[in-house]
């Protein structure tokens, strides 16, 4: 073979062998990366779940690797199959790691789901929409945050109670975010027209960072519309964007509690209080309260249809049974606090010194109510620090509302060593509306049309007529919620009454769940599992991806065989080529044509093993050539030799 | 001339096959088409259980829409397993042809005869034991009414499909029935107490009761170490997974662990994992079992249980047994004289039965506290009187003592001098706030307590007090009497209290022979089962308690799962007060199918049996009209039938009427591929000698010269030996083999058996 032919072969075949190498990049390994673009930006919204979000990357990983594996051991030297078997081989190992794994995907993954939240998501919930999904799981973990942060479990500095409390402190950053927005709002309503008053509020808002928008409208719609100081403001004169004042306050918290609200969103569950919150609380709600509805009329609750009015007032009504059976801590005589623990046998170990289902709440109120009137029922407990205990001894559940005897208590002050509130421990009992965890929304009513607008008027009024130190509304509202707390067996309800930006009186039951920091079961029980739940994700991410590269895989494993055969018959072109220039081997090569070209291959082994390693398989099969015609009836893509010899 | 020998295999080996797949193929893709058309994926003929995909996958493939399915497989594995065996054993591939298509006729024929003895026999059974009424079509006509021909495809199959739809959505049930089994089944089973342990003996006797020392002992030992008492049983599951405390084994219970997760201290965020047992009592534990309704979840009472939703079957033999039963009362001349003597007779046998002290009924009846009392399981789970007494005296409470409320209406009395007390008829009505010193001087007399209270004073007599708590019924009935008694309300009751005037009134002739009640329920409304159990010598405050508890019983009521319901006692009282114990036993199963179908059913959202309470209405399923349900028995027991036998019936019936259709075209097509095949074979053998046209024929001669010529190079090229392995003379077409090396290459048969000859003879003659 002349150096030029060979130049020119080798060019030809290095330019093949890239094309191939290049098909086969384009083929298994786009799976990867395009399960990783999601799992990327997955993985920004929940950082704390580690390596959860990336479990669809490693499974395409894993799927990629063992194509490559079987891409070796196929196409190793020492194969004796024929470039079309080794094709056949890749094409099904690409169909069985993408169309089959896609197909057990579809099968096996719905009863995963299913078993790991309950019922309550599906896998027809993510097929098609497992990136809103993924933003769902990671609002979840934001949304039990913001709730912790709000109700002063986090801290009792962020509070909502703490924080509109020094709203008309001078100098505190309340007070300066409360009037900074309350001038620019006010300069919003200051424009005559309304579309305009809406537009530049719009503005307003979509001008506040992503985070403080999310905390918001949180607190607005959860605690400031719900707070009796503000629930029955009319929109202010002239404002079509609703009471200024109040959403100025709403602003303020917000504003002032940006700061946490960002670490803690990005910290989320690797946060230890926010962690320790859940764990605790989580753990009092399923066992003190969704084992308590565990019987079929929680399956009814859950079905469509079956609802039914007795089912509800069973569920409210009924006898029930939990697991802390309203047990509660003691003291022991050198005043140590005992809280409630068992023992039990568990895999033939002894476990002991478990702290049962105590659930644990910021209290502001009722704290300083119990320091301040029921001091002597108070014990400070010497093996915890900053502990009391609320000795039954000389208290009553519920003297102050919502504590009871055995509780235990750990006070908070502020800087100026003031008492502003305190953790309460105690067992809590759930309602069926906590499970839930949402609004009910009973009515919405047009005062304007009522008693010629008076209403209009009137009620605003109440919120501002104070019997003592509370308004009516909030007594009234008080002594309802107390008939249903007493009602549903200590499981407190509250009716919802405000007036809403529109000017509309909305009245509405709400669960405690936003006030106890806990969301709705389901989704308490997603966020218990949602590091799994992210996985899930992932790989329903990735299922999508598996039909569609699979199918570009399959065409890019197909075309790099091409690129083998090819390669292969331009090197035995070349080869024949050089034979017929070499005059030494003349003779030799004309007899070796007469009788086929199985010896001039034999020859030139060595140089194609290189870079052809099936060559030698070709070979044989060459000189075989019915029964390598045979074996598929397209040969012309796989350079069968009689092929050759035609042309 | 070797080309156009290839050309002809290759013809006749596709028309081989063409015509194989006109065949059995064919037919079997029509049965699948049909059968996913017709019933794939319905309920009435897929398999029952489970809810995952897996098992759904599973219920269509053992359900009895695919039996056409199989049957055309059946079929096809029966004609092919024919071929492999004939292949192998039979060499003349004419006479194969003939057998195959023979076993095919077969395979076809038979079953298509075995259905129309055996079907037409069964539906002649059906039609004769089934009741009154029920029609069902002969089997040619069900034939040939599966599937519309004439306009619309529309046929008994979707008609069929149709209707079982109508009716589960109307009373909102599935095919199959669904239940929470095991513990959670019976809302009212909740974990036993240590004193509620017990075994019983051989003659039914209670023992092993603990005492109470032992109990506090206990309650210590598997506490929770602060010394609080916990009332249910906490003791581990011996070996054998019992009860056994100090060596007793208490048989009827059941352990059921939880495995919370707990956490570990009083800060951080770790866990522990820990197992707590419960124990709950087996008898209160529901059963999936064969009771009067079929196969459903019962309990030992043989009432449904609480987490029971109906199945198509259970729901129809509810309305069956519920309009059968009706029909046999009015047949067998029943009034509501002689129910209400029996059902009176009933409780009384019924609370003796459960009366003997000692025995095992004494003790669940000790725990389940009949209507009016407190305390005891009914009370946890219904609406009692004393359960009422409570929240009202609650909500009362509450309300009185609010601040301001109080305030309020100090405001008003005090601040702005405006009297709260009115001029009613001779006497006075007061709205008054009572305070701790007004009880404590007894200033409105016994049994008033803090808060608000309205109260009437007549001109003479004494005053009536009606305060939000538990005696507001009875005040407010005080008050109305006082009223009609003093003329402010102008009312001639007889003599009766209001409460009961009204009563009367319900029953009362008013206008052409119409009471209050039927004039009331020309406007849906039906106020009798307000009044259940009222009578003429009650107090208006005792008949608004009346009125309230059926009020509430219709939302809020409860059902022991141990108790044997008074129905059953009804033949019993039936017997000894000298009734027709068939007729008792009718009202039996009447108040049977109302609980099941109208309470049960309302409860779970699919009321089977409307109106049972003001409450739930004239409604069926989940809200719809009753109207949209099953209103007849001869609609019950139709639907019941054809349940019965269309779901098997159908796709057999689908599968006959295509077996039929494909029978010609099946033999056809199997004897056609057979012929080509023999064809092809005999080309590629160079057996077939049938005359060519004389224009091919000189073609093909010089085809042979040149080939011919050909040869010797092609022999020189190729190795020799492959002409000695022909078991054939070399003649014009064995060139075929050798100059097809390079194209298409064919390898070489050998010979069959009787073939030699053949080759020498006509193909087209009879075979040996």
């Not at chain 1, 399956?299 to 079956?306: D, I, P, T």
């Not at chain 1, 802390?324 to 409630?340: C, F, K, Q, T, W």
């Amino acid at each position: 073979m002349t150096n030029d032919i060979r130049k020119s072969v080798n060019r030809k075949v290095a330019g093949l062998t890239l094309l191939e190498v290049f098909l086969y990049l384009v083929g298994m390994p786009m799976l990867v990366v395009l399960t990783a673009v999601f799992s990327v930006q997955f993985y920004q919204m929940v950082p704390y779940y580690t390596f959860w979000p990336f479990v669809g990357v490693i499974l395409a990983g894993v799927l990629c690797l063992v194509f490559f594996i079987v891409l070796l051991c196929v196409t190793r030297k020492k194969s004796r199959k024929t470039i079309r078997r080794q094709t056949i081989a890749l094409i099904v190992t690409v169909v069985c790691l993408t169309f089959l794994v896609g197909a057990l995907v579809d099968v096996v993954l719905p009863d995963i789901l299913s078993s790991l939240t309950s019922g309550t998501l599906k896998v027809e919930d993510l097929e098609n929409n497992y990136e809103e999904q993924a933003e769902t799981n990671a609002f979840l973990v934001r949304r039990f945050v913001m709730y912790n942060i709000a109700n002063g479990n986090y801290s009792a500095d962020y509070a909502y109670e703490t924080l509109v409390s020094q709203t008309d402190t001078f100098g505190s950053d309340m007070f300066t975010y409360n009037s900074s927005y309350l001038n620019q709002l006010e300069q919003i309503i200051s424009n005559s027209d309304s579309a305009v008053q809406q537009e530049k509020y719009d503005a307003l808002i979509a001008g506040l960072p992503e985070l403080q928008q999310e905390y918001f409208e949180f607190v607005y719609t959860s605690w400031v519309m719900r707070d009796p100081a503000y629930m029955l403001n009319s929109p202010t004169a002239g404002s079509s964007i609703g009471n200024i004042e109040r959403l100025a306050v709403g602003l303020a918290v917000s504003k002032a509690t940006l700061n946490t609200y960002t670490k803690l969103a990005q910290e989320g569950m690797s946060n230890e209080r926010i962690s320790y919150l859940f764990n605790k609380n989580y753990a009092s709600m399923h066992n003190d309260g969704y084992v308590t509805y565990d019987d079929s009329l929680i399956l009814y609750a859950q079905s469509s249809g079956r609802m039914t009015v007795p089912v509800v007032l069973r569920l409210i009504l009924d006898q029930s049974s939990d697991f802390s059976e309203d047990s509660r801590a003691v003291l022991d005589e050198n005043n140590n606090l005992i809280y409630p623990t068992y023992e039990a046998t568990v895999d033939g170990q002894k476990v002991e010194a478990i702290t049962s289902m105590y659930y644990e709440l910021y209290m502001a109120d009722a704290v300083k109510e119990l320091f301040n009137d029921y001091s002597h029922a108070l014990v400070k407990v010497n093996n915890y620090e900053n502990t009391y205990y609320v000795n039954p001894a000389f208290y009553e559940d519920n003297e102050v509302s919502r504590v009871l005897a055995g509780a235990v208590v750990v006070p908070c002050y502020n800087d100026s060593d003031e008492l502003i509130g305190g953790y309460v421990s105690q067992p809590m009992k759930w309602g069926i509306l906590d499970m839930d965890g949402k609004t009910m929304a009973v009515t919405s009513l047009d005062m304007s049309g009522l008693l010629n607008g008076a209403l209009n008027t009137l009620v605003p009024l109440l919120a501002e007529i104070k019997v003592g130190d509370v308004s009516i509304v909030e007594g009234l509202l008080d002594g309802l919620g107390n008939v249903l707390y007493d009602a549903t067996g200590g499981r407190p309800l509250s009716l919802g009454l405000c007036i809403n930006d529109s000017g509309l009186l909305e009245i509405n039951i709400f669960p405690m769940s936003v006030t106890y920091g806990v969301l709705g079961y389901q989704d308490m029980t997603w966020l218990q599992s949602n590091n799994l739940l992210c996985a899930v994700i992932s790989v329903m991410s990735l299922r999508n991806w598996l039909y569609i590269v699979g199918a570009i895989a399959l065409v890019t494993v197909f075309a790099a065989s091409c690129c083998r055969e090819f390669k292969l018959r331009i090197k035995k072109d070349a080869e024949e080529a050089a034979a017929a220039l070499e005059p030494a081997t003349e003779t030799a090569g004309a007899a070796a044509d007469a009788a086929g070209a199985a010896p001039v291959y034999d020859e030139e082994t060595p140089v194609y093993d290189e870079e052809t390693p099936a060559y030698d398989e070709e070979a044989p099969a060459y000189d075989d050539e019915a029964p390598a015609a045979d074996e598929v009836g397209g040969g012309e893509y796989f350079g069968e030799a009689p092929s050759g010899d035609d042309e | 001339m070797e080309r156009s020998v290839n050309g002809k295999i290759k013809f006749y080996r596709n028309l081989k096959v063409l015509f194989y797949c006109l065949g059995l193929p064919l037919f079997v893709f029509a049965v699948i088409i049909t059968m996913t058309w017709l019933f794939a994926g319905e309920d009435p003929y897929m398999g029952s259980g489970g809810s995952t995909t897996v098992i759904w996958l599973q219920n269509q493939v053992t359900g009895s829409g695919p039996y056409g399915i199989w049957i055309a497989f059946g079929v096809w594995l029966l004609v092919a397993v024919v071929q492999v065996i004939l292949r192998k054993t039979m060499h003349n591939r004419r006479a194969r042809t003939v057998i195959v298509a023979v076993i095919a006729l077969l395979a076809m024929g038979v079953p298509i005869v075995v259905m129309d003895i055996v079907l037409p026999a069964n539906l002649a059974d059906i039609q004769a034991t089934a009741p009154e009424g029920v029609t069902v079509k002969s089997y040619g006509l069900q034939l040939s009414d599966l599937v519309g021909k004439t306009g619309s495809p529309i046929g008994d199959a979707h008609s069929f499909l149709s209707q079982v739809s109508s009716v589960t959505r109307a009373y909102n049930i599935g095919y199959y029935d669904g239940t929470k089994s095991g513990l959670a089944d019976n809302t009212s089973n909740i974990p036993v107490t240590y004193e509620s342990l017990y075994n019983v003996d051989e003659d039914g006797k209670v023992i092993n009761k603990l005492s109470e020392e032992r109990i506090l002992e206990l309650k210590k030992q598997y506490g929770d170490g602060t010394g609080t008492d916990h009332d249910f049983v906490r003791v581990p599951p011996n070996a054998d997974g019992k009860l056994e405390i100090d060596g007793v084994v208490y048989e009827n219970y059941t352990s059921a662990s939880y495995s919370p997760s707990l956490p570990s201290g009083t800060t951080g965020s770790a866990t522990t994992g820990y197992k707590i047992f419960r124990w709950y009592k087996t008898s209160r534990d529901s059963e999936y079992k064969e009771g009067v309704y079929g196969m459903a979840s019962y309990n030992a009472n043989g009432l449904l249980s609480d987490g029971y939703v109906f199945g198509i079957d259970t729901a129809l033999e509810v309305l069956r047994q519920y309009y059968y039963s009706q029909m046999k009362i009015s047949e067998l001349g029943g009034s509501d004289a002689i129910y209400n003597a029996i059902y009176a007779e009933a409780l009384r046998l019924q609370e003796k039965d459960y009366s003997e002290v000692g025995t095992e009924k004494y003790e669940i009846w000790h725990n389940y506290v009949k209507v009016g009392g407190s305390g005891g399981t009914e009370e946890g789970f219904s609406m009692t009187v004393g359960k009422l007494t409570q929240l009202l005296n609650s909500v009362g409470s509450h309300i009185g003592n609010n601040v301001v409320i109080s305030s309020l209406l100090g405001l008003i009395t005090d601040t702005f001098g405006v009297s709260l007390s009115f001029p009613v008829g001779d006497g006075t009505l007061s709205i008054l706030v009572v305070t701790a010193a007004d009880v404590a001087n007894n200033t409105y007399g016994e049994g008033v307590t803090e808060g608000l209270l309205i109260r009437y004073q007549p001109a003479t007599g004494d005053a009536s007090n009606i305060q939000l708590n538990g005696n507001i019924l009875y005040a407010l009935g005080d008050l109305l009497d006082g009223l009609v008694k003093s003329g402010v309300i102008p009312v001639g009751t007889g003599g009766l209290s209001i409460g009961a005037w009204l009563y009367d009134l319900l029953s009362k002739d008013l206008i052409l022979g119409l009471n209050l009640n039927s004039i009331l329920g020309l406007f849906g409304l039906d106020l009798s089962s307000l009044f259940v159990g009222v009578d003429k010598t009650m107090s208006t405050g005792e008949v608004l308690e009346k009125i309230v508890m059926n009020l509430l019983g219709g939302l809020y009521w409860y059902c022991d799962p141990e108790i044997i319901p008074v129905y059953d006692y009804y033949e019993e009282a039936a017997e000894s007060l000298g009734y027709d114990t068939e007729l008792a036993s009718y009202y039996c199963m009447l108040d049977k199918a109302v609980y099941n179908g109208g309470w049960h059913g309302y409860m779970i959202g699919s009321t089977l049996i409307p109106g049972v309470s003001l409450i739930a209405g004239d409604n069926i399923g989940s809200g719809m009209p009753s109207s949209m349900g099953l209103g007849s028995y001869a609609a019950v027991v139709q639907l019941q039938t054809d349940l019965s036998y269309k779901p098997v019936y159908y796709p057999l019936y689908m599968v006959r009427n295509l077996l039929l259709a494909f029978l010609p075209v099946v033999v056809f097509a199997l004897i056609a591929s057979g012929i080509a095949a023999e064809k092809e074979w005999l080309l590629e053998t160079g057996q077939d000698d049938t005359p060519a046209k004389k224009k091919k024929a000189k073609k093909a001669d010089k085809a042979a010269a040149k080939a011919e010529a050909a040869l010797p190079a092609v022999e020189e090229e190729f190795s020799k030996p492959e002409e000695t392995d022909t078991p054939v003379e070399r003649t014009e077409a064995f060139v075929e083999p050798a100059a097809d090396i390079v194209g298409e290459p064919t390898v070489q048969p050998e010979a069959e058996e009787g073939t030699e000859t053949l080759a020498e003879e006509n193909n087209g003659k009879e075979v040996e």
